[in-house]
């Protein structure tokens, strides 16, 4: 290859790869006073103990599609977690992780139109976890998140459990954007 033509290639070969239509993150859950921000926070130690793990995979390679498959670890046995995407991002308070991820946003927060909540306008999944704890959820909608607006995947407390949480408690939260 002549100089020139390696010069002219150069910046090409500097540039960043194209976004990825398929993320992966992949977390253990640690408490959100981990001295470092953790990318996966357990609110709820009992369901989702420290160090369960959970791999999210969200595939956005079909225009106007996306599919999210979640597989956890470690987690309560036979459990029940509904899942959903959230707008804001995880933190030490659980209602950090803000609102629903709407595809269509209703103008009313917190949003309890059936217009606006439910499941065509926002990316839900339950996942059920078998006697070892460990489980796997998939669902797809037909839409794409705006970029930067569905920032983590939340689970839920699912089924109340006495002396644990309310249904619709948040449990624990996974960092979707770094």
């Known amino acids: 290859m002549t100089a020139p033509l390696a010069a002219a290639l150069l ?4 540039l960043a790869p194209a976004a990825s239509p398929v993320s992966v993150v992949e ?9 470092v921000p953790p990318s996966a926070v357990s ?13 999210v995979v969200t595939d956005r390679s079909v225009p106007g599609r996306t599919v999210l498959t979640l597989t ?3 987690l309560a046995p036979d459990h029940e977690f509904p899942a959903h995407l959230h707008t804001g991002g995880c933190g030490a308070d659980p209602a950090s992780s803000g609102p629903h991820y709407q595809d269509l946003r209703d103008p009313v927060q917190p949003s309890t139109d059936p217009a606006y909540a439910n499941e065509r306008n926002e990316l839900r999944l339950v996942l059920r976890t078998d006697e070892r704890g460990e489980g796997t959820a998939t669902t797809a909608v037909d839409w794409q998140p705006r970029p930067g607006e569905a920032r ?3 689970l839920h407390a699912g089924t109340p459990v006495a ?6 408690d948040r449990v624990a939260c996974v960092k979707l954007e770094h």
């Open 11 to 14: 910046p090409l070969a500097l």
């Open 43 to 55: 609110y709820a130690a009992d369901l989702v103990p420290y160090g369960s793990h959970a791999v």
């Open 72 to 74: 956890a670890s470690g």
């Open 152 to 154: 983590s995947l939340v």
């Open 163 to 168: 002396g644990r949480h309310g249904a619709g």
């Open 27 to 35: 977390a253990d859950f640690d408490p959100a006073t981990a001295f």
